[in-house]
């Protein structure tokens, strides 16, 4: 029975998957992209969303491509990453077969069959001697939806597990609480036309020129001459292009935005209107008489001068102020309350659900959004709740699995997961296209989890990564470019990808994959529904019906690319004959929330101390994030770009202040060491006035930077604070 599974779906090429829609990874392009010798697809990088127009050759095959002229989101441009899109594609260190370690401890080739046959009988064999609690797998923001999801409901409704987590949670899970919390809904309200559309423009810990540069020209369209605030401790590319920059202390950003909310309410300019949707206006009101921008000062590194005169930008009623956030306020002790800092003065001045408004989280990944509604490890799939009797009954019954199947427990948090395998309670640990070796905060301490792991497995396109080098099991993924599915942007725009290429050797995509072990499992049968994408995306459509996040109008892929991308909600009956306002759509436009009573809620506590403060020891805070547009994350792809590898520096360096380096006696080029409590390294140094004295900044992007960051967590979103931890810094001496 296997066997025969298995010819079907794993090749030599067969007629069967040739015929089967949207899984060509091994067979012909279908003819309906030929006529026109291109297909689009949204780009594989950055959660802006960008759709690029892929040319193909006689047989279907990618040759190169270029930006989509009439797409809303990028209005015919992209990003160096966009444009080398394909280039990762074709490097000699992707993973062509299943790799098995041997017992003389080598990564070997092994066949799907084999690969199959032990991921089962480990995994199985751990969970009958430890139990459900004792697997955990952890994915990703950067997978088409319909495969996160599939991911998901196997392993919780078919192989019966619990604990999995993904990178959205070093990225997105304080937006997501803050929202939630807020809104009564994870309900990003923006559309990007609301970045053409201020008077006053506020990116708070947001480095769009580098991490969103299509956003970026988006708020170079603006016509209104708006004002651009950057609050950053950085002179960032993006400070530097703006009009007003806010180099605050790092996480001082609670303290600032509960000084602008003291003030703003003290002179009596908030807008009546909006404070009749919120809940906890005088409590709120009360908690901030402590907030004086005198009080705030010493906090923020700010002058009193300063916190009041961009309290009255932020609150001039002839203006329409939008607030934007990304990592520097999620990644942090305080993340959530930071966001709903954000989020209270948009409520308490009425700039929500109004053109070029809105308390706005910029997502990161590509498909971080379709992650937080479809991947069923936070929340229930289709934006329910795991602790909802009437939400699991509606999920089983959409989806035709028993509703015992689905658990009412939330799994544990990431940095839980992993403590609970260093504590030797997780022993099996399946990892889809991420890549924590490098990417985790306090990246050293894997290394002694890795041996504590009984079975490790790690689903990637490369066997090279610094995951896929200490696993069990490596299974070979077919990559962007190479599988069809959808991507939802952080402006809440479904967008489709489609495979161009084919995926090298036995590669497979990540949907056939967990087809594969669905059925190697035994529970294929829960799942015969998800033959292809695209009959997942309906049964996931269907889910989120009565939903706020409700996509029943949506009929197929089709109509996805024809509408240019549709923005959620989208329920059946939507007009789409009036296409041109349904293009840009933002929430709240009514002033109604998710909550029970229908209102925003107003939440804050007291800002915390710095989870490690500089001492005499570590007297320098390191500062972390995106280093240049053409580098993304771990490199595992970007690097593999030649063109891209001319655009960005090929060693570590350390950016530092030029009277620091004085004091060090160091110049650039130098070779320093940087040492925190957790590990040691060394890096070049690169003398930038972009860094405030005090302080360093080193980019993400190469693996010893992780094994400098602290364990710190926000205790609502339990993201990791990546963005300030104290070092020690000495010029390497000989
Ligand atoms: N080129 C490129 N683009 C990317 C990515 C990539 O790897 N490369 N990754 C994507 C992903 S997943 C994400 S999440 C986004 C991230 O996008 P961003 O969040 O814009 O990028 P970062 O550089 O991580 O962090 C933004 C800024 O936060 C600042 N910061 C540090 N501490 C604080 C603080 O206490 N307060 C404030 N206000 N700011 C602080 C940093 O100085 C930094 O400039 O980028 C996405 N886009
Ligand atoms: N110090 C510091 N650390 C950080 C951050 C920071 O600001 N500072 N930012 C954090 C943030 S916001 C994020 S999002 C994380 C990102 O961290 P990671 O998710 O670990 O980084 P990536 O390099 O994007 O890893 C994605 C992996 O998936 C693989 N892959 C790509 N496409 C596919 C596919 O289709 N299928 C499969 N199976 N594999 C695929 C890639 O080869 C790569 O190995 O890093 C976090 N780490
Ligand atoms: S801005 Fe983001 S989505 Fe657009 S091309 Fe660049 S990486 Fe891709
Ligand atoms: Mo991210």
Known sequence: MLTRFLKQHTGPLTRDLVQEPGHFGLGKIPSRLMPSSAATSICGYCATGCQLKIHLDENGEAINLSPQAGYPVNLGMACPKGWQALDPLDSPDRATAPLLRDAAGNLVETDWATALDTFTTRLKGIREKHGRDSVAFLSTGQIPFEEMSLLGCLFKFGMGFLHCDANTRQCMATAVTAYKQSFGFDAPPATYADFEESDVIVLVGANLCIAHPILWQRVMRNQRNPDIIVIDPRATETAQAATRHIALKPKGDLA???????????????????????????????????????????????????????????SDPDKRVSWWWTMGVNQSHEGVRTAQAIINLCLITGNIGKPGTGPNSITGQCNAMGSRLFSNTTSLVGGHDFSNAAHR???????????????SEYSMAYDEILAAAESGKIKGLWIVATN????????????????????LVVQDMYRTTESAQVADLVLPAAGWGEKDGCFINSERRIGTLKAVRRAPGLALSDFRIFRLIAHSWGCGDLFSEWTHPEAAFKLLRDLTKDRPCDITGIEDYAMID????????????????????????????????????????????????????PDFEFPYTLLTGRGTSSQWHTQTRTGKSDILRKLYPEHIYLEIHPADARKLGVKDGDVVNIRSRRGDIEAAVYVAPTVQRGQ?????????????????????????????????????KG
């Not at 009954?393 to 658990?407: D, F, H, R, S």
């Open 696 to 732: 360093v900044f080193m980019p993400m992007h190469y693996r010893q930077v992780n094994q400098l960051t602290h364990s710190a967590f926000d205790p609502h979103s339990r993201q990791p604070n990546y963005k300030a931890c104290a070092v020690a810094i000495t010029r390497k």
């Open 436 to 455: 924590p070796f490098h990417s985790w905060i306090n990246s050293g301490r894997l290394a002694a989890l890795r041996e504590k792991l009984e079975f």
């Open 393 to 407: 009954e509606k999920v089983a019954q959409g989806l035709g699995i028993p509703v015992e199947n689905i658990p």
């Open 562 to 613: 024809r509408l240019g991308g549709v923005q959620w909600p989208f329920p059946k009956g939507s007009e789409v004959s009036q296409v041109a306002n349904l293009q840009s759509r933002r929430l709240f436009e009514d002033g109604v929330f998710h909550t029970p009573d229908k209102k925003a809620r107003l939440l804050f506590s007291p800002p915390a101390d710095l989870p490690e403060p």
């Open 256 to 314: 600032l935005l509960y000084a602008l909310a003291h003030c703003i309410i003290r002179d009596g300019r908030v807008d009546e209107k909006s404070l009749a949707n919120t809940e906890g206006f005088a409590e709120f009101a009360g908690f901030l008489k402590d907030y004086s921008p005198a009080a705030m000062a010493g906090r923020t590194g700010q002058t009193v001068e300063t916190i009041e005169a961009l309290a009255r930008t932020v």
